[in-house]
């Protein structure tokens, strides 16, 4: 099953996409996600994503297997990068906690297309990453190092049992479609599939927005915008999951120390928050919440706060 990943990454067919208008948007985002705030260190414990937003992107040949459009959308391009690091619930054992969370951690690099359609009050994103998932990626020291600066943080010991390194190719497609589109109020559909390793699955789900904003079909918030909106946001996914490296290893090295296949092959997760905007600055925060990922694990929560910058 795990092979027949790759073959299907690799045979996505090139397409020609219909003419769309290439939005002159400039921007950097970053966010952050970590589960300090709760007084947690698990599972999903901290996460990095950096974009780079630019229209000279639009040269890029990877845009040839990201989703086409229509000519009524307008299309954001970036270079993105994604860095994400799991621990079991009992981080001061050295030893394998059988049916609890592997260490592991991944950094992922690629290309991600937005495109916004106002006819059709909708969003498409599509994206294509490749990265490795291992000790090489550094998630020991980046997780020690911080320990290392928390006075009442003590040393993870485990981390010699993570996932060893291999190959991660991820394929991603979105589509948001808007259902309510008032004023003060907005609901939204969400639907998207990932592709590859480290996740495969699928997502479905619903999103509302409360407050003073803009479409969200109609192009990144912050391009070209001398508003300010301030809104909050809830959020409800449903995953259905076939592959999970993270828990199950990697495609092609199997000297694991500590795998888990008693994952949950459907869970959901939970998010709220809110978004302020003024001209070409945002800043959200948010929690997200997740049911168990596998059999024997907990509930678990962890904040984010998001930073975008427009140029």
């Known amino acids: 099953m795990r092979a027949f990943l790759i073959f299907v990454l690799i045979g996505i067919s ?45 040269h890029s040949p990877i845009n040839n297997i990201l989703l086409p459009g229509d000519t009524a959308s307008l299309v954001a391009y970036a270079i993105t990068i994604t860095h994400h690091i799991y621990t079991p619930e009992d981080i001061f054992t050295a030893d394998i906690v059988p049916n609890d969370h592997p260490y592991s951690s991944y950094v992922l690099f690629g290309e991600m297309k937005e495109q916004y359609n106002p006819e059709k009050h909708r969003k498409m994103t599509s994206s294509f990453q490749i990265g490795v998932i291992g000790p090489v990626v550094g998630g020991e020291i980046i997780q020690n190092s911080l320990h290392d600066r928390i006075t009442i943080a003590d040393p993870v010991k485990g981390w010699h049992n993570q996932i060893q390194n291999d190959l991660c190719l991820q394929y991603m497609a979105q589509y948001e479609q808007g259902l309510i589109n008032g004023k003060f109020v907005g609901l939204y559909s969400n639907l998207q599939m990932e592709l590859g390793i480290p996740q495969t699955q699928a997502i479905t789900g619903l999103k509302t927005r409360l407050g003073l904003f803009s479409p969200f079909y109609s192009g990144p918030e912050t391009y070209q915008s001398n508003a300010w909106y301030l809104y909050g946001f809830t959020e409800a996914n449903l995953h259905v999951v076939n592959y999970n490296a993270v828990l199950q290893g990697g495609l092609f090295n199997k000297n694991n120390h500590h795998v888990l296949y008693n994952m949950n092959h459907t869970f959901w997760d939970f998010r709220y928050g809110g978004t302020f905007v003024y001209k070409n600055f945002s800043a959200t925060y948010g929690v997200e919440i997740n049911s168990p990922i596998f059999t024997t694990a907990l509930w678990h929560r962890w904040s984010e706060v998001t930073f975008v910058l427009a140029f």
């Not at 948007?25 to 589960?35: C, G, K, T, W």
């Not at 994503?49 to 639009?58: A, C, D």
Request: proline share 2%.
């Open 14 to 58: 090139l397409h020609t996409a219909f003419a769309q208008k290439n939005l002159y948007y400039r921007a950097v985002s970053f966010r952050h996600d970590n589960d300090i705030n709760f007084f947690s260190d698990k599972y999903y414990t901290s996460g990095i994503e950096i974009k780079w937003y630019s229209p000279v992107l639009h």
